[in-house]
């Protein structure tokens, strides 16, 4: 696919999440100062929980701190997804289709797509000794993918690509996301009804025919999780790369250190994902009167689990407003944690270390171009380094 085909989506996506104060943290360390747990500053009765033992017994407890708000929120587009179910339903549904992501799928899509997408993109760089890496790269690398693991032909694979934006348009674009959920749904009914008891590695073929006690996964079951799989499975991961990337080029000797030493990938990757998680906050909804970190909170009281924060608390982390892929490693809350720990975190992983090492590789002495503005990472609820210019 000719990448200028993607320059219209590649604007679309850029406006996603983009308002917020140009630096976040900022914000989160002033307010954590004064807590672990506090209300919500828009005076909504909401409550924001900053520090990182504040949100893990949020994630962690799905009885008391539960999801099915989000059907209000964007239920209407994306349909019944797992992101608005608690236990036991979203027990049962995820066990369903946590069986399309095995150990066996990944190292497939790793060798079938992963790699080769990874290299058909910095064909296209390496002759020119220069790119934007978010543009060239970290926006078109994981779409791809997703496209690839849910079997869309090339011919419809620009179409695809736009709905899985368009899905994401939220209240200012309601009409273009109902649109694209309805256009979703009519491409992915028959092929899920004509996959049924057929072989495949495709994800299609895997969640129609996925089965638990005998039982499968309606159309309607699996098409919320298309909807919701197609949008998060590339813009998050597109984002998360796009901001490690604009670590190690603003940090030069680490970016170095990894050049010179590929085993250091892994633990780059995992200090991107906390430094800068591509998602900064997520919402629950408290089900009974409870207590968070000494907080009273009501029941029907919505809290913000502010991972961007958590991820930051100096409680856990020296310094830890300071990118350091050196730092003692100790686990972040980026794919979140507990029963909704992101289905695809494995899968990102894999994504995020794969694309490193072959950039890294393939372009030798990749360096922020001295010409351009130093890259910054904007946004409020996404974060993202909407231009990352390179030479090499």
């Known amino acids: 696919m000719e990448a200028a085909a993607l320059d219209p989506l590649f604007d679309e996506f850029s406006k996603i999440g983009s308002l917020g104060p140009p630096d976040p943290y900022a914000f989160f360390g002033a307010m954590r100062k004064q807590g672990p747990v506090l209300p919500s500053p828009m005076g909504d009765g909401s409550l924001l929980a900053l ?10 407890d799905s009885r008391t701190y539960s999801s099915t708000g989000y059907a209000n929120v964007v239920g209407k587009v994306f349909g019944h997804s797992i992101l608005e179910m608690d236990p036991p339903e979203h027990t049962r549904y995820r066990a369903l289709v946590q069986q399309a992501f095995t150990r066996r799928s990944l190292e497939l899509w790793r060798d079938k797509l992963v790699v080769p997408y990874a290299n058909e993109l910095i064909d296209a760089i390496a002759p ?23 079997d869309v032909p090339e011919r419809d694979r620009l179409e695809y690509m736009r709905l899985a934006i368009e899905i994401l348009s939220g209240e200012a674009g309601a009409t273009k996301a109902l649109h694209a959920s309805k256009a979703l749904a009519d491409y992915f009914a028959p092929r899920i009804e004509a996959a049924r008891g057929k072989p495949g590695e495709d994800l299609i073929t895997l969640l129609a025919n996925a089965e638990l006690d005998g039982a499968r996964l309606s159309v309607e079951e699996i098409l919320p999780f298309i909807r919701l799989l197609s949008p998060a499975a590339f813009e998050t991961t597109a984002r998360a790369f796009s901001n490690l ?6 940090n030069p ?14 633990q780059a990757v995992q200090e991107g994902l906390r430094w800068e998680p591509p998602l900064v906050a997520f919402s629950r909804w408290a089900t009974r009167d409870t207590e968070l970190c000494g907080v009273p909170v009501k029941a029907g009281c919505a809290v913000a689990p502010i991972v961007g924060a958590a991820n930051r608390d100096p409680e ?5 407003d300071a990118f350091d892929i050196h730092r003692p490693a100790k686990p972040h809350i980026a794919f979140a944690m507990g029963a909704h720990t992101c289905l695809g975190m494995h899968l990102a992983t894999l994504e995020l ?15 922020r171009d001295p010409d351009a503005p130093a890259p910054k990472i904007t946004g409020g609820s996404f974060r993202t380094a909407i231009s990352l210019p390179v030479v090499f």
């Not at 520090?51 to 962690?60: E, I, K, L, N, T």
């Not at 020119?128 to 849910?150: H, S, W």
């Not at 000797?253 to 892994?266: F, G, S, T, W, Y």
């Open 51 to 60: 520090g990182y033992d504040a949100v893990s017994q949020v994630f962690r």
């Open 353 to 367: 270390e794969t694309a490193l090492e072959l950039l890294l590789k393939r372009l030798p002495n990749l360096r």
């Open 245 to 250: 990337m604009c670590a190690l080029l603003n």
């Open 128 to 150: 020119k000794g220069r790119a934007d890496l978010t543009r060239e790269f970290a926006f078109p690398f994981p779409l791809a993918i997703i496209a690839g693991m849910l």
């Open 253 to 266: 000797e680490q970016l170095d250190a990894v050049q010179r030493d590929k085993k250091l990938i892994p």
């Open 316 to 320: 856990r982390w020296e310094n830890p």
